[in-house]
């Protein structure tokens, strides 16, 4: 079993800032990569930013120079710095891990349940 979860959601103020954290545990062998993707109200999802194995970062355009994904291996952590944040990046947001469990072969993905972010005044 692999789980990934999200924390660090809530409300901000308009050019405030949060920190997002994605934690992945169970019988994991190794990540190769996560992203971050968001969701608002009738709206698709979306990549925000993503993080690859080799340490390769991108960013949707939309939040260039403002968001920082990072990661700390050694707790399988990745966290996403926002800063300036705008009520246009109102939205749910999702973890999203590839995963090599070590139970089964094979590259997986896995899913968080989504933190909300609200930015208003």
């Known amino acids: 079993q692999v789980h990934v979860v999200e924390s660090g959601g809530g409300l901000v103020q308009p050019g405030g800032s949060l920190r997002l954290s994605c934690v992945a545990s169970?019988?994991?062998?190794?990540?190769?990569?996560v992203d971050w993707y968001r969701q608002a109200p009738g709206r698709e999802r979306e990549l925000v930013a993503g993080?690859?194995?080799?340490?390769?970062?991108n960013y949707a355009d939309s939040v260039k120079g403002r968001f920082t994904i990072s990661r700390d291996n050694a707790k399988n952590t990745v966290s996403l710095q926002m800063n300036s944040l705008k009520p246009e990046d109102t939205a749910v947001y999702y973890c999203?891990?590839?995963?090599?469990?070590?139970?089964?072969?094979?590259?997986?993905?896995?899913w968080g349940q989504g933190t909300q972010v609200t930015v208003s005044s």
């Open positions: 993080l690859g194995s080799g340490g390769i970062t």
């Open positions: 999203h891990a590839k995963v090599i469990p070590t139970s089964i072969s094979g590259l997986f993905d896995y």
């Open positions: 169970g019988s994991i062998f190794s990540i190769n990569a």
